[in-house]
């Protein structure tokens, strides 16, 4: 494929090629504003489509009825297939988001890894047998919703995309997985991918399109019996207020604005180093990026001054450059977004101490970047230390007692992710267990793994995904009781 050809989608035995350019979505490599990809774009009209066809496929396709050690092989058989291409997704990737290369490369990997990992949850989960009672015995069965809709966001395109679609068809569901209109090419890679292994036809279709009407339209869709989602708070809401009234089961992943905590006794060297990756990693483009700093008032500014330093050491270039360390954000809109609050933290006395403004390098103004930038002297009810900026920006604050920490920490109306440093590990656990957050690392950050549960508390989200939760989301409860009884039943 060429950037000016449009790559098609398919629901079912018929590709759709977005009417010949009248939808089509551009996609906008942000590290240049060159052209990545043009993807035939989805319609209302695609998603009654794609429904049928995807019940079609769960109910005549034998899919969910294949022992699960059948499922597993074309599971794992997925993610082989998506190691085996892993150099031209992750350039793809790469140029639909923005993101390092390394990057990019760790994301296809994870996506590898979660599909192997489901294969082999898929072959060892047991449903459970409730001990004999009287004249029956009973079980509980773990059964699929049928078709089930996963909408993700453009920040960790194809991993966030697999964490939804391996446990979805590992749990014998069909998916319909709308991706972000901003990269919306890795999820047909994934399509393609997943019919190549032999997934049969309908059960994963990508539908690229628009969120306010493809999006909003599958949310709504009455064949659509569970939504998974990633993304924004304030669209969480949205598609958990329709599935409220429709009253089928959602799993929201949403924003966050997670403190990372520095205690007095820490290593510094190495909190330093958690605090920057923390933040910096994916040009703070990450939902669980630590971008309230607190520091303990006693190395407050020692620390700061060795932050600020290090930050400005930092190699902000191009996504394929091989020692960059911070890339582009997603799109020039983005970047004024995130420019925007930096000015909002100056205006309530914010002290920008490195970046907040764009490289000086000419070879990125063509460009979505921005400086990697630490704020000082900002309160924690500031916007910039309670809005979730998604961008390169740390708030720094000091903090005086555990208790001081502890009610700053949760003092947001997030509750996705902490973490925190310290020599103490009685004190870790006592920090741990008072922070109100769904992950926390003790002297390190943003460690993940598919086998551990994630997810948000507060306004960061309902339920969660990875490990044997991930799988639990997409399948629902159903009691079978078997009567043994010696005697016909009585009244
Ligand atoms: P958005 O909420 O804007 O969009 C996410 C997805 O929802 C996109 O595919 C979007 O489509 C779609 N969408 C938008 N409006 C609707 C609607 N009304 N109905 C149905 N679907 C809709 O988030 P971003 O893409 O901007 O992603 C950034 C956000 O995602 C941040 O807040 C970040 O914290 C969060 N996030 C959370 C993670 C977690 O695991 N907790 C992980 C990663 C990100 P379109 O692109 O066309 O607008």
């Excluded at 035995?13 to 990545?36: E, F, K, M």
């Excluded at 003790?442 to 339920?463: E, L, M």
Aim: hydrophobic share 40%.
């Amino acid at each position: 494929m060429t950037a000016s050809s449009v790559t098609p989608f398919r629901i079912g035995d018929v590709w759709r090629d977005g009417d010949q350019g009248t939808h089509v979505l551009t996609s906008i490599n942000p590290a240049d504003g060159s052209v990545a990809g043009r993807v035939a774009c989805a319609t209302v009209e695609d998603v009654d489509a794609a429904v049928t066809c995807a019940w079609h496929a769960f109910q005549h396709a034998p899919w969910r009825n294949l022992r699960p050690d059948q499922r597993a092989t074309t599971l794992y058989e997925i993610g082989r297939r998506l190691s085996a291409e892993r150099e031209t997704l992750a350039q793809l990737q790469m140029r639909d988001s923005g993101k390092p290369l390394k990057e990019c490369q760790h994301m296809v990997d994870a996506a590898a890894g979660h599909f192997r990992y489901y294969a082999a949850v898929c072959e060892t989960w047991q449903n459970e047998v409730t001990s004999p009672r009287g004249e029956y015995f009973s079980m509980a069965l773990a059964e699929p919703f049928g078709v089930v809709a996963c909408i993700t966001p453009w920040n960790s395109p194809i991993m966030n995309e697999a964490q939804k679609a391996a446990p979805a068809l590992a749990a014998g569901n069909a998916v319909l997985l709308k991706p972000s209109e901003e990269t919306p090419q890795l999820a047909i890679e994934l399509a393609r991918i997943c019919t190549e292994a032999g997934l049969p036809q309908g059960l994963l279709i990508a539908l690229p399109g628009r969120g306010e009407d493809v999006g909003d339209a599958l949310v709504r869709h009455p064949g659509v019996r569970m939504v998974s989602f990633t993304g924004g708070t304030d669209t969480g809401r949205i598609i958990g207020g329709i599935a409220g009234q429709r009253l089928i089961p959602v799993g929201l992943e949403l924003g966050g604005k997670s403190p990372h905590i520095v205690f007095d006794d820490a290593d510094v060297d190495r909190a330093v180093a958690g605090v920057m990756s923390g933040i910096f990693g994916s040009a703070g483009q990450s939902c669980v990026a630590g971008s309230r700093l607190f520091v303990q008032k006693s190395i407050y500014s020692t620390f700061i001054d060795a932050l600020v330093e290090r930050t400005r050491g930092l190699r902000v270039g191009l996504p394929d450059d091989a020692d960059v360390q911070m890339g582009p954000l997603v799109s020039q809109a983005h970047r004024d977004r995130v420019a925007r609050y930096v000015d909002i933290a100056r205006s309530e006395g914010g002290q920008v101490r490195v970046g907040g403004d764009r490289p000086a390098d000419g070879r990125l103004e063509k460009g979505c970047f921005y400086l990697p930038t630490v704020i000082d002297g900002l309160t924690n009810a500031a916007r910039a230390c309670q809005e979730e900026i998604f961008g390169p920006v740390l708030v720094t604050l000091p903090f005086e007692d555990e208790a001081d920490v502890i009610a700053q920490g949760n003092d947001t109306p997030f509750g996705l992710a902490a973490g925190m440093w310290t020599a103490d590990y009685a004190r870790a656990w006592r920090v741990a267990r008072a922070l109100e957050a769904g992950s926390i690392w003790i002297n390190t950050y943003k460690q993940s793994h598919i086998a551990t549960p994630f997810g948000g508390f507060k306004d960061s989200g309902i339920g969660r995904e990875k490990g044997l939760h991930g799988l639990r989301l997409y399948s629902q409860t159903k009691s079978v009781f078997f009567g043994m009884h010696a005697q016909p039943m009585g009244l």
